[in-house]
């Protein structure tokens, strides 16, 4: 007879050995240690005599101006918790619960912001609203008195977060309220209730505990703001964290335990504000239904004067909303000369700021025309911004992917030892970095890694060169792993433990058996988290500014440079025409994703028949006229020899 191998020898025990060992390294030496080096930054910095003192940070965070970055950010915070929520359930409201005129139109103007977002939204709003923008170049022209800088610090902020911040509640709060039942509406309204009143004392209690996730989400979202305050010169904790990372002693008093501690704190907010939503939703949250549940059917406003007034006020969010995309997409087939002057005409309609080059001439200080040849480039000619996407690209794509790889194998793990601690101490662990400003992680990477006497990386100095790369898709998987972790695990559940028994019981394999049952049901769901991240990471700023270098330039950071050193020496002439084809080329990969996620990727099997069935009859009507009438064949045709 022959010998069995040993238990440690079998493939599946080698992949579980190799897979826990994977794990650990990727948990100590990419979420813990380097949050934990942070922490020790702060209480190793050394005084004027060279002497360790452990206080020294936190005697000059009172006696300095860090007090006031972090007022600034709680300010902005708290301030977009009601602009936000107000401006985000009126949306939601005049479009999903409304009888408004024109709601499907509206419903996608609102819905923009899902398709540009972060740096790409900010420099939309400034091409409008900026010293040299639209807007204010007219608005001058009108009042030739105003502040042409009125768009900036705090209300220039507040205000672009405001509506860059509802693509939330277009999403969540709009699926909430089309899951009401309107049995207990139209009960309501049998008994007298008015509209009003069955919205606030029927609609709005079921709503709760979406609202209190979103303004969470909503407060967390403004107290790490980067993009807008960097770009809009706002003094908020990320962008000081971003400056202090790169100022050195000779510069200004221990910076970089500075900036660990304002990382903390950010961290603190953070752990607080989860830590109360997790005692919320442990409470439970019950709303009685009728057994056959009533589809909701929009409210008529039989007030005119407030049905007029609501028409009003939506149609001016559309306008705020569109503007910005409308005219930056106009802009973007404008030639140099309409982009500086602010005119739109159709003699200077060109494909010059996506593909191309021209030459550019201006005259210097002495009064002579010179050229600079191929200075006016389009987005798809210009190395930099080619290069930008090529980079954000790969490295979006890596780290999304293996967001996804680890999560699936995690997952399927963590089914497989439902009750067990060892299931539970992954699954929290995956879960960590929500519990973490996006900031820190990378400001963590940015300060352990950069150096040769890290033994976790062999020795390797992460920070210098190309590596930074590997840096960057790492911060990318890490901050990613919770939000796959949520969705994918929703997607385990629906797969039946009778298939599985199944095919254990006609010999297969645990690792088979996952790769040709499990697998194939949940892939729908891998994809369309893929997608999400993929989306999300192509345009990231937050962590883009952290590892900002030449080797690691990604896509939005390109974007800002275009319009910090725009016209400069007669270089890199032609950045708002680029920034314009930038931000419609982004919004075209978002829509696309967006539309292959939530449009396609959201059918059933039957949608997808019946569109199938669609498509079949519409190419049959367009190709009749080209096709020859064919004789009917009879049933004593088809039975003929």
């Known amino acids: 007879m022959k010998s069995k191998a040993p238990a440690w020898l079998k493939p599946e025990m080698i992949w579980k050995v190799f897979g826990t060992a994977f794990f650990v390294y990727l948990f100590f030496g990419f979420m813990l240690l380097p949050c934990l080096n942070t922490i020790t930054q702060i209480f190793t910095t050394k005084n004027a005599a060279g002497e360790v003192d452990p206080l020294a940070v936190i005697r000059f965070f009172f006696a300095g101006n860090m007090p006031s970055f972090v007022w600034n950010s709680l300010k902005l915070a708290l301030s977009l918790v009601v602009t936000v929520n107000v401006v ?41 609203y900026d010293s040299d923008g639209i807007l204010t170049s007219w608005l001058m022209d009108l009042f030739p008195g105003m502040n042409k800088n009125w768009f900036s610090g705090f209300n220039a902020v507040l205000f672009t977060m405001t509506f860059a ?55 967390i979202t403004g107290l790490c703001a980067m993009s807008a305050p960097t770009l809009l010169g706002y003094d908020s904790i990320n962008p000081e964290i971003v400056r202090l990372a790169g100022s050195s002693i000779a510069d200004e008093a221990f910076p970089q335990a500075r900036a660990a501690l304002l990382s903390i704190i950010l961290a603190m907010f953070t752990i607080i504000l989860l830590t109360v939503l997790s005692n919320y939703e442990r409470k439970g949250h019950y709303l009685s239904v009728s057994k056959t549940k009533a589809k909701l059917v929009k409210q008529k406003i039989n007030n005119p004067v407030a049905n007029v007034l609501a028409h009003i006020y939506a149609y001016v969010l559309f306008i705020i909303y569109m503007t910005p995309v409308v005219m930056i997409v106009l802009f973007a087939f404008q030639n140099y000369p309409a982009i500086r002057s602010k005119t739109l005409s159709l003699d200077q309609f060109t494909f ?55 999560v ?80 994918i695990k929703a997607a385990f559940y629906a797969i039946d433990e009778e298939l599985e028994d199944a095919a254990r ?77 930038s931000t419609v080329f982004i919004m075209i990969v978002s829509g696309v994703i967006l539309y292959l996620v939530y449009g396609v990727g959201a059918r059933d099997l039957g949608e997808r028949l019946e569109a199938r069935e669609r498509r079949r009859k519409r190419l049959q009507k367009l190709t009749a006229p080209f096709r020859k009438e064919q004789p009917e064949i009879t049933s004593v045709q088809r039975s003929a020899p």
């Not at 005129?101 to 939204?121: D, N, Q």
């Open 408 to 487: 699936v194998v995690a997952v399927n793990y963590i089914f497989k030892n439902k009750g067990k601690k060892r299931g539970t101490v992954l699954e929290y662990s995956l879960l960590f970095p929500w519990l973490l400003p996006t900031i820190l992680i990378c400001y963590s990477y940015r300060t352990y890694f950069n150096s040769e006497s890290v033994w976790y990386v062999f020795n390797q100095n992460l920070y210098m060169r190309e590596n930074v790369r590997f840096l960057i898709v790492m911060a990318y998987t890490v901050v990613k792993l919770p939000f796959a972790l949520r969705m």
């Open 165 to 219: 911040c509802t693509s939330n509640h277009m999403l969540f709060l709009r699926n909430a309220i089309r899951g009401i039942d309107y049995n207990t509406v139209e009960a309501a309204r049998n008994m007298g209730a008015k509209p009003f009143k069955v919205l606030l004392k029927v609609v709005f209690p079921t709503l709760i505990p979406t609202m209190f996730s979103l303004t969470v989400m909503t407060f």
């Open 352 to 406: 010059i700021n996506f593909f191309g080059a021209q030459d550019y001439e201006f005259l210097t200080n002495r009064g002579k025309v010179r050229i600079r040849e191929d200075s006016i480039s389009g987005l798809f000619a210009n190395a930099d911004t080619v290069g930008g996407i090529r980079l954000s690209f790969v490295l979006s794509a890596l780290a999304a992917a293996l967001a996804c790889v680890i």
């Open 88 to 128: 985000g359930v009126s949306i939601v409201l005049l479009t999903e619960y409304f009888d408004i005129k024109g709601a499907k139109v509206l419903r996608l103007g609102y819905m923009t912001t899902l398709i540009y977002s972060g740096v790409a939204l900010v420099t939309g709003y400034l091409f409008l």
């Open 505 to 581: 019981n006609l010999g297969a394999s645990g690792f088979w058996t996952f790769m040709k049952v499990k697998l194939p049901i949940i892939l729908p769901s891998v994809l369309a988290v893929f997608a999400l991240n993929f989306n999300a990471l192509f345009t990231e700023y937050d962590m883009s500014a952290t590892f900002h270098s030449s080797y690691g330039k990604s896509y939005a950071m390109v974007i800002q440079n275009m319009c910090a050193e725009e016209g400069r020496d007669g270089y890199n002439v032609n950045a708002s025409g680029r920034r314009c084809a």
